[in-house]
């Protein structure tokens, strides 16, 4: 009798440990998807915008460095770090593009086309938010450090540009701005609270080597993904 009992037990014994290790792979696979559902529960939407593209490239600097290039790097990067909250996160380029039909002429023209286009984009998609995304450059040079901006009539605006400097200040090295009303043409003419997030400065010798490093890229797209996310957390 005694020889079968035992191994009964360690048939048991195994199924057990089985089925706990089972439980624990379930729990975590659970309440890891659990998470990431129920934290935004997937109802807000920011509409991100890589400034500038296609036939216009923003700052050039005479290194070659783009600044239309690093606004893209740095809109899917924070797109990448938003995936998991729940939010909703649509960018108004994915490539290299703009949106000025063939025969559209004149700079003016040509600007306020490709922007009321993205303008338009957010509102199709009734995005709660939108933040267009830029690198500065002054004559000078001096300058340095991110800014953001919002219109002054704005009061979710200016506290969606509010969360997103805060934690952009946090970062080693920063200048400890703080966010400003601005007259730009996108936050003039959005629907939604609309911000524009200057992440730096390309005439900066210092940051502008800065700004083309992944890891300084992924420091301030860390830095506009929680500011967005603190905002719908604040305003929810
Ligand atoms: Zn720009």
């Known amino acids: 009798m005694r020889w079968p009992m035992v191994i009964l037990s360690k048939k048991s014994a195994g199924l ?26 997937g109802q807000h939407v920011v ?5 500038h593209g296609g ?22 990067k924070v797109r990448e770090m938003l995936g998991p909250s729940g ?3 649509l960018l108004t380029r994915d490539e290299d593009i703009d949106y000025v ?8 023209t040509k600007k306020q086309t490709d922007l009321n286009r993205r303008i338009e984009m957010a ?34 605006g200016k506290s969606l540009a ?17 966010a400003k009303p601005g007259d730009f043409y996108v936050i003039n003419n959005s629907s939604m609270p609309a911000v524009i997030v200057e992440v730096g400065y390309l005439s900066s010798p210092k940051e502008r080597q800065k700004l083309q490093q992944s890891w300084y890229q ?5 830095a506009i993904a929680k500011g967005i996310a603190n905002y719908f957390e604040a305003h929810n």
Do not use: C
Not at 55 to 71: A, C, S
Not at 101 to 108: D, L, M
């Open 16 to 41: 057990l440990i089985l089925s706990v290790m089972g439980m624990l792979m379930f729990s975590v696979f659970w309440q890891g998807s659990s998470a990431v559902v129920s934290h935004f529960g």
């Open 47 to 51: 509409m991100l915008d890589p400034g």
């Open 55 to 76: 036939y216009d490239p923003g700052t050039i600097t005479n290194q070659g460095v783009y600044e239309k290039e690093i606004n893209l790097q740095i809109a899917q």
């Open 87 to 89: 939010i909703k996160v």
């Open 101 to 108: 039909p063939n025969g559209v002429k004149g700079k003016q």
């Open 123 to 156: 509102k199709e998609a009734q995005a709660d938010v939108f933040v267009s995304l830029h690198v500065n450059a002054t004559a000078s040079g001096k300058q340095s450090g991110a800014e953001s901006f919002y219109h002054y009539r704005s009061e979710s």
């Open 162 to 178: 509010e969360f997103i400097q805060q934690e952009l200040i946090k970062i080693t090295g920063m200048n400890r701005r703080i």
């Open 218 to 222: 992924e420091q301030l797209s860390r």
